[in-house]
Each structure stands twice: as C-alpha cells, then as structure tokens.
C-alpha cells in the first residue's frame, strides 16, 4: 500500500549491477550484498531497491543482503497475471530456493512489508525475523475516501517528485526506456492496493518470526493499526519514528538502520 501524500528523497544510481532469475513465472532482478545469513530488502509499491540506498551498504557488513526489485517493478520482469501479495510472495519463496537459502529475515517496506506478512503466515518454516516498515494486514486500515480516489485516479502526466505519482516516475525508468507502461501499471496495483490484503487476527497468530514494527507518526499507516498489527503477532516488537511518515525509511535512515539492525542481531539464533 502507499501514503499518496508521501515524498521521496533523491534516488542515486550506485547501486550494483542486477543479477536475474527466472522463477515463479517471471524474471525477477536483484543484487546480492556482504556475508552472514540471508536479508531480503522487499520495497514499497511502484517502487525499486533503490529505496534501499541508505541501507544495503550497512546490513552488507553483517547479512547476505538480498535487494529484490518486485515483479513488475524497478528492473524486474511483468507477467500476464494481476499482481498480488500472494504472487510475490510466492516469487521470494522461489527465489530463496533458486539462491539456496533455507530460512531468511525481510526487511520490508510498505507492500514489502505486506508481502513478508504474507510470506510468515503462509511458509512460517522459512522466516527468522522480519522488520515491518508501514506495513497493514488489512486495506481498510486506510480512509473509504483514499481508497476510493486510488481506485479511481488516471494518471494525468505528473512527475513531480514530491507528489503522488510523480514521487514513483524515477524507479519506474530505473527499468523502463520511457514511461508508456507507468500509467497502466499504476492501475493494476491499483487493484491491489483497494482489495488486499484481507488478513485477520487470527492470520497475524500464525506468524512465529520475531517481528520489528515499524511506524512514523504522522502520515504513514494509522497508528492504532501499526498497534493492532504489533499486538496480534505474538513476537513482536513496536517503534514509532519520531516526526516519521510513511518515507521515514529514507527520512531518518541512521535512527532506523540502528533500530533495525539492534533487533536483528539481539534476535540471532
């Protein structure tokens, strides 16, 4: 899901160069990053591992980190099938078997995070821990109206960075030579973003992975559901980012790089 009020930071371009895998029906990028036990980085919507920028050089030094680029997304490839939390959950699932990794942390962002919620309730086996960044269980979580105008938008042209859409236009050309597929795309997770994810409480108890929450303050996933989510998964810790908002991960990346990393090294078997 995505907060349409939300800005980004500039986005450089030195990231390393992609690897490719074709699992799960689609041809996934990625990069692979340092040495220690696997850390998939799972980005937000209509977003890259670009977003990751501030945070790949630092989990490198203590994770094999695993900066994924979602189907559809940034550089990776499409397929002729809607997109769903459930698909790219089942392409990390391939991608961990095809990279050899039996068991793997997530840090997620925003549909990242959803995608690892929905990867712990549906393959508990495979998860150690998870970090949560703006993550829901539940799209209704978010205003009727909100859902109503993502529904319902066209995109009209706008690139301005620090407006919805614009703020995606830069990860979108990270993969794409022009932006005749931008609006059409927008429009298919569109479809998501107002119909999923549907979980229940009784779907966050299945979870085992000791879980980080994470929530800005202001202009991100409404606190009392980052609260509802922390409380219905049994292992789980919150953080709220002081004068965070839905970007917080690019915002305040040095308190939320320590924070993140604090809890996964405590939490290391």
């Known amino acids: 899901m995505l907060i349409i009020s939300g800005c980004q930071t500039g986005i450089s371009n030195t990231l390393a160069a992609s690897e490719e895998a074709t699992v799960n029906g689609v041809t996934l990028s990625y990069e692979i990053h340092g040495e220690g036990p696997p850390l998939y980085l799972l980005h937000g919507g209509m977003e890259s591992r670009k977003s990751f920028e501030n945070q790949i050089p630092i989990f490198a030094k203590n994770f094999t980190v695993v900066a994924v680029d979602s ?24 991608l961990a078997k095809h990279l050899g990794h039996d068991r ?132 789980a810790q919150l953080f709220i980012v002081p004068n965070g908002t839905h970007y917080a991960l690019q915002e305040h990346f040095e308190l939320v790089n320590s924070v993140s990393m604090n809890f996964l090294i405590e939490n290391s078997q």
């Open 104 to 235: 793997i942390s997530i840090i997620g962002l925003s549909d990242g995070g959803i995608t690892a919620i929905t990867l712990a309730i549906q393959n508990p086996d495979l998860i150690d821990k998870l970090v949560l960044l703006g993550a829901t269980f539940h799209y209704n979580s978010y205003p009727s109206d909100m859902l109503v105008y993502i529904a319902n938008y066209e995109w009209d042209g706008n690139r301005d960075p620090n407006k919805y859409p614009g703020n995606f236009i830069e990860h979108y050309l990270s993969g794409h030579d022009s932006l005749d597929g931008f609006g059409p795309l927008l429009k298919e997770l569109s479809v998501m973003w107002t119909t999923a994810p549907t979980f229940t409480k009784s779907d966050l108890q299945k979870i085992q992975a000791k879980t980080l929450v994470i929530n800005g303050d202001h202009q991100d996933t409404a606190l009392e559901h980052a609260i509802e989510l922390y409380r219905g998964i049994v292992n």
């Open 71 to 94: 189907r559809e997304q940034g550089r990776s490839g499409s397929s002729a099938a809607q997109i769903s939390y459930d698909l790219m959950a089942a392409d990390i699932v391939a």
